[in-house]
């Protein structure tokens, strides 16, 4: 069973300050990686979608990368805002129906 | 406006007595899915439908049913609701493997 992996749980930062999110995935076979913000109380927010033939995604100041063989991905985000607060989660579509989540990184970014 | 809307977004019910949570889609996608979310297990995936007439179990099934006899709606049912089955449940759904979601619907059950 794919195991999906986000570290670290928690993050804090000053604003302006470029951060890395890590995603690592146990199972290589995968259609693709898909990068969510979550604000409190708040459903889940598509940022960027990665096929399992891409390397990287890119939307704004949001950047992700797919690296199969290792099992990872990161979300670079440059600049970081106070707005950029909130919960990130990664998502791996493992066959055509199922989809493994990880546990999400809080990250607080301090104006 | 393409969206995913789920109701109730807010419900405290009793053990036992049965609820559905609904769902439905404007976007014309083909897979829907349920998923809970729970502090520190992250999301699991309850039941997922390929098309219409077409449902299949997900990782955590046990308590829940589903139907999907319309393309757009998905609805879910806890039969006889126990305290275990309090979460936030969100609705999914997908055309192309990107994954849309509904705002959640918290359940509590007392």
């Known amino acids: 069973k794919q195991e999906v992996t986000q570290i670290p749980a928690a993050l804090s930062v000053p604003e302006g300050e470029n951060l890395v999110l890590n995603c690592s995935f146990t199972?290589?076979?995968?259609?693709?990686l898909q990068w969510f913000r979550q604000d409190p109380g708040k459903g889940l927010t598509s940022l960027l979608l990665?096929?399992?033939?891409?390397r990287e995604q890119t939307s704004g100041r949001l950047n992700a990368s797919l690296d199969k063989s290792s099992g990872r991905s990161t979300l670079y985000i440059a600049a970081s805002q106070p707005g950029d607060s909130a919960t990130y989660l990664c998502?791996?579509?493992?066959?055509?129906?199922?989809?493994?989540f990880g546990s999400g990184t809080k990250l607080n970014v301090k104006p | 406006e393409a969206q995913v809307t789920q109701n109730p977004r807010y419900l405290i019910t009793v053990t036992g007595k049965k609820l559905t949570v609904t769902c439905s889609q404007n976007?014309?996608?083909?897979?829907m899915s349920w998923y809970r979310q729970d502090p520190g297990l992250g999301l699991r995936q309850i039941y997922y439908?390929?098309?219409?007439?077409?449902?299949d179990k997900g990782d955590v099934p046990e308590g829940y049913k589903v139907s999907r006899k319309e393309k757009r709606n998905f609805p879910l049912i806890l039969e006889s609701p126990s305290p275990n089955q309090t979460s936030l449940y969100f609705c999914?759904?997908?055309?192309?493997?990107?994954?849309?979601f509904g705002e959640g619907s918290r359940l509590t059950v007392l």
């Open positions: 976007m014309n996608h083909e897979y």
């Open positions: 990665i096929q399992s033939s891409q």
């Open positions: 439908s390929m098309n219409v007439e077409v449902t």
């Open positions: 998502a791996v579509q493992a066959n055509f129906n199922k989809f493994y």
């Open positions: 199972d290589s076979a995968i259609y693709n």
């Open positions: 999914a759904s997908s055309l192309t493997g990107e994954l849309f």
